[in-house]
């Protein structure tokens, strides 16, 4: 029997449409919240990703320096969360009596002395490092008895008489200025801001804590700084480090 007009044109029910409506709505907060949550665990993880490496930065930076300072010179004021030392300018060691103002040396590699350049032998604390040091006022070459320039040997003029020994005749170069890394409030907020006497560097923002633990076990061991930092990251998530830093402290 043929079908009626009527019956060739039917279509969906107001009920099949909003079931449909519907079903779509549902898949649609489900796909976007699938999204959202992916693109929250992106950022979290690439904001992570920038704290461990901006600490590996600052890290690393200080583990260079520490490496490279006048023994027994570092120490850290809790008081003002300030990391200070004495970077070496220049070492070598001595061959000839030390309590002179004219130091004969061995060193490979000279320096023409800066303004505040000092020299001292055998420091055992911080305090020793001035305490113990001469005014460093440059070097002439050495010779031997027929005038004939020696390798790497050099007569180093001082500005006093020094008056310390080292059991390893060795002496270092430093100028008088430390270098200082400090926790401040500087514009850019709590930062860790480093200073050497002529200029001054910021190496670390939204820094929430700093601390530094100096272990020197004595003379004949190597000595470490355990450094502790706790930086804050743009989702106000905080990441704790902690590194031990060892370096020489045999002067």
């Known amino acids: 029997m043929p079908r009626s007009k009527a019956q060739r044109q039917r279509g969906f029910t107001l009920i099949e449409l909003i079931l449909v409506i519907t079903i779509l709505g549902v898949i649609s907060v489900s796909v976007a919240q699938v999204i959202s949550l992916s693109a929250q665990i992106y950022i979290t993880g690439a904001e992570r990703t920038r704290l461990v490496s901006d600490a590996r930065f600052i890290i690393l930076r200080l583990e260079k320096e520490l490496r490279n300072i006048v023994p027994n010179s570092v120490s850290f004021d809790a008081s003002l969360g300030c990391l200070t030392y004495y970077p070496i300018v220049m070492s070598g060691t001595y061959t000839a009596d030390p309590f002179d103002d004219d130091l ?11 303004s505040g350049d000092k020299l001292v032998i055998y420091p055992t604390s911080p305090q020793s490092v001035i305490d113990n040091s001469v005014d460093y006022n440059g070097y002439n070459a050495a010779t031997d008895n027929e005038g004939n320039v020696l390798d790497h040997q050099y007569i180093i003029e001082l500005g006093a008489v020094n008056t310390q020994s080292s059991p390893g005749k060795r002496f270092f170069v430093f100028n008088i200025n430390p270098v200082s890394v400090c926790k401040e409030t500087t514009a850019q907020g709590e930062a860790l801001v480093r200073r050497d006497g002529v200029s001054t560097g910021i190496i670390a923002t939204n820094v929430s804590s700093w601390s530094a633990d100096v ?8 000595a470490l700084v355990k450094l502790d930092l706790t930086l804050i990251g743009n989702d106000d998530e905080s990441l704790a480090f902690s590194h031990e830093v060892h370096f020489p402290n045999v002067p």
């Open 104 to 114: 004969h040396s061995v060193v490979f590699k000279m320096k023409a002395p800066a």
């Open 215 to 222: 272990i020197t076990v004595s003379l004949r061991q190597n």
